[in-house]
């Protein structure tokens, strides 16, 4: 679908202001960032998290009374998708030191810093290994790599201001001053970073920082490390057993109350499945097919918050989940690509966001929230200054042409492929025409409370990765997700492995845990036919499924 | 397999008020669908009624999970997609091919000898290509397969890493190689022996690493860890920001906590 006529002539407008916005920005003349106090008001005025009905009190478990978004309240008051009292732990099925749920960045990072330990490591993920929101991080991985203009002091400011001084110190000390192993960990793996010609990484900025500090591998970094990790972890098939397409549904604990194992459920199959381990990962990734007020999603097909409910259902305290990032700029034209992701890269290399009259309205590189309620409120009935789509929906302009004045023509082409390639299919060439963007829904910036080591209040389990909370505060920075993934996946592989170590086979597995829980919900009087964890979002043509029947109940 | 002309058919109808949808037959595994014409081969197959467990992944065109072959009525060719991104084409016949076997070479990166040999000795296969194109003419990436394959059996390991970096490894060459090729798998191979033994190691990072290791930035750190609400949003508001043009001679000129 190239554009219509009637976003051509929308177009115009942005090319007439173009050269006056690039000259600027030769000049480095940038338009102004908002104050705190301006984030602040602009934050409460526009964004989704700040309106009245954004969250609301969950009425069961250990973080009762903890306003969060609803949708995921509604996960956290279903019963569980398991009757306890059907499953038997007579047979094991499946027996490891270390139970990685999840197999994306942080899960597999950890199973392989837990393997190097020497613990036999079984992975347990919903789809392949790989399918994960890490495979779609697009632009880059933050690091003070550079000596002479950065360091981990201010990759720590950085983030706690990205994070409205709300993170966790502990949690940012530790990330910050990871980064840079994390890095030459990945490089000895043999992940293709853009360098220069001597080696030296090359870095761009992203929203909120102060140094360049975003290392990068063409536009599909997170692609480049997950398939580079995937890669690695099949080289062990010695130590790390594969399960894919088993999601975890619910934590098996021992007779002291230990995390001791999952029940899988095979998706192909449909039975259950039984693992017995000394110690547990939980790294199932983000909740964005919850599809949060309604939002459309960057997030892969698995990312329904599974683990989020596991570990509640367990005892474990959620931490951070009021607030949900809106990544600025996701695909609104074409419809086919609605929700995708468009890297903040572009803004980080200097592309402006304008609106309907080709005008700047923000800083192209204020934090994802503030530029994102600013695009909302720019596209919203008090300024009207959005771009209307032949869809029906508005959104504002991500001028990827100025990009070939600033930096060279082919500039966009070869550092952008992934983006080049996708808007080609669509007759649409993003080195000559802007992309038109509104927010989508993109990281789950809370999850289960969790130390630096991964451990969390549930002895043997621990986390790591997006269903973790606290790193980020309210309010994650471009570059830092693929970070965290690695810097605290590879922690709680190790720790993981440390606590099996010391640990016998687990004995007395029982799911003592979901009876009470069930009991807490019918004591509060919540009655509901919902069941969670969600496992897979339902997109089927509800016609059809209004048709369906079911032939073996 | 059908060759014969299946006349389209072109429906429309009102959907959600206002908005006209036209909707076009498609063959999933030979079973007749009407669907809307501008939806992707995966959101048309879930309005046809399908749940995937399989054959959908990203659904942004990256994890390779929706690998899908198709044929139309008027033409010989088998074409391929990735069902996430490729829009519906009236009477199309499809599969998707979410999974097709291949075997890994395990190795252990770090100990590998490498030469122009080192490909080839982990997978002796590459010599069976036929240079046929089959491959590349199989790839929704646009990725030179063939090309890449012909530098693997050089030796020249730089080349086909740069020439298979947008492999998503749908394995849709795997399915359609005559010669038995695992491509994907080669080229992996070969950006992971490229980005660790050729490319030059990053200098900086090995310093920055040591003077991790070393303690060098603990006292700041903990010294910001201990700064009260106040005293940390001063020195956030006051970071020196480098600028945005490229400089990499840029120095901040407060060259404390390096």
């Known amino acids: ?553 | 397999m059908v060759s014969q002309t299946i006349p389209v058919e072109v429906i429309s109808e009102k959907s959600g008020g206002s908005a006209e949808v036209t909707l076009v037959p498609i063959h999933v595994m030979g079973r007749r669908y009407m669907v809307p014409s501008d939806l992707t081969i995966m959101k048309a197959m879930e309005y046809a009624g399908y749940q995937f467990t399989r054959g959908c992944g990203c659904r942004g065109g990256i994890c390779g999970a929706c690998g899908t072959v198709y044929r139309l009525p008027d033409s010989h060719r088998v074409e391929v997609a990735l069902a996430c991104q490729e829009i519906v084409k009236p009477d199309m016949f499809l599969s998707q091919l979410p999974f097709f076997p291949q075997n890994k070479a395990v190795y252990c990166i770090e100990e590998l000898d490498v030469d122009e040999g080192t490909l080839a000795a982990l997978y002796p296969e590459i010599f069976k290509c036929i240079g046929c194109g089959t491959c590349t003419r199989s790839c929704p990436q646009d990725i030179e397969v063939m090309d890449y394959m012909a530098a693997a059996i050089r030796g020249d390991i730089a080349r086909v890493a740069e020439l298979s970096f947008d492999c998503v490894m749908c394995g849709l060459c795997i399915a359609r190689c005559p010669a038995e090729e695992a491509q994907p798998l080669v080229a992996i191979l070969a950006r992971r022996i490229y980005g660790s033994h050729i490319a030059p190691r990053a200098q900086h990072l090995q310093e920055r690493v040591q003077q991790i290791d070393d303690g060098r930035f603990e006292d700041d750190l903990n010294e910001l860890m201990k700064k009260d609400l106040v005293e940390l949003k001063e020195l956030y508001v006051g970071r020196e920001k480098e600028p945005d043009m490229p400089d990499p001679n840029w120095r901040p000129t407060d060259s404390s906590y390096l």
């Not at chain 1, 732990?89 to 899960?107: K, M, N, P, S």
């Not at chain 1, 230990?258 to 790294?283: C, H, P, Q, W």
């Not at chain 1, 966001?353 to 204020?366: A, H, I, L, M, P």
């Open chain 1, 1 to 553: 679908m190239p554009y219509p006529q009637e976003l051509k002539d929308y177009i115009k407008q942005v090319e007439s202001t173009r050269p006056e916005r690039v000259e600027r920005k030769r000049r480095g003349e940038e338009f102004a960032s908002l104050s705190l106090d301006g984030r602040e008001e602009r934050l409460k005025s526009y964004h989704p998290d700040y309106k009245d009905d954004a969250l609301r009190d969950i009425r069961v478990g250990v973080s009762k009374g903890y306003g969060i978004s609803p949708e995921i309240v509604d996960t956290l008051e279903a019963r569980s998708r398991i009757d306890p009292d059907r499953i038997e732990f007579d047979e094991v099925d499946h027996e490891a030191d270390v139970l990685v749920i999840g197999g994306g960045g942080a899960g597999g990072a950890a199973a392989l810093m837990a393997a190097k330990q020497g613990a036999k490591v079984i992975i347990a993920t919903k789809l392949r290994l790989g399918d994960a929101n890490t495979m779609m991080a697009e632009g880059g991985i933050q690091a003070a790599s550079k000596i002479h203009s950065d360091s981990p002091y201010w990759h720590y400011l950085d983030v706690m201001g990205g994070g409205h001084f709300t993170n966790d110190p502990d949690l940012v000390k530790t990330l910050v001053s990871q980064a840079p192993k994390v890095m030459s960990w990945l490089e000895g793996l043999g992940a293709m970073f853009s360098k220069d010609p001597d080696g030296s990484l090359r870095t761009m900025h992203g929203g909120g920082t102060s140094r360049k500090r975003m290392h990068y591998a063409g536009d599909i970094t997170g692609a480049e490390i997950m398939r580079t990790i995937r890669d690695e972890i099949r080289n062990h098939p010695e130590r790390i057993e594969i399960l894919e397409f088993s999601p975890a549904v619910e934590l098996i604990l021992d007779e002291n109350g230990v995390a001791s194992g999952a029940v899988l459920y095979n998706l192909d199959t449909r039975e259950y499945v039984i693992v017995r381990a000394k110690a547990v990962v939980m790294a199932t990734g983000g909740s964005g097919r919850l599809h949060m007020r309604g939002f459309m999603t960057t997030n892969h097909y698995g990312a329904t918050g599974d683990g989020l409910v596991m570990a509640y259902h367990a005892g474990v305290p959620l931490v951070f989940l009021h607030s949900v990032q809106y990544h600025p700029t996701g695909i609104v034209f074409p419809e086919q690509a609605e929700g995708l992701l468009i890297t903040e890269k572009f803004r980080g290399a200097g592309a402006n966001v304008v609106n309907v009259d080709g005008e700047q309205f923000v800083y192209e590189r204020e934090p994802r929230d503030v530029e994102a309620a600013s695009i909302i409120r720019e596209c919203s009935d008090d300024m009207h200054k959005g771009v209307p789509t032949p869809t029906g929906k508005v959104g504002v302009w991500l001028d990827s042409p100025m990009l070939e004045m600033l930096h060279g023509p082919g500039y966009v082409r070869k550092e952008f492929p992934g983006k080049y390639i996708l808007f080609r299919r669509y007759n649409i060439d993003v080195a000559k025409e802007p992309m038109l963007i509104y927010p989508t829904l993109h990281y789950q910036n809370g999850g289960v409370e969790f130390k630096p080591d991964g451990a969390t209040v549930l002895d043997g389990m621990y986390a790591a990765g997006e269903v973790s909370g606290g790193v980020h505060g309210e309010n994650r920075l471009m570059g830092n997700s693929l970070l965290d993934v690695t810097v605290f996946g590879r922690l709680a592989g190790e720790s993981a492995a440390e606590y099996a170590s010391k640990r016998d086979l687990p004995s007395g597995m029982n799911l003592d845990h979901l009876r009470k829980y069930h009991e807490e919900l019918d004591k509060t009087g919540i009655e509901t036919e919902r069941v969670a964890p969600v496992i897979l979002p339902d997109y089927t043509n509800p016609d059809v499924k209004e048709r369906q029947v079911v032939i073996a109940p």
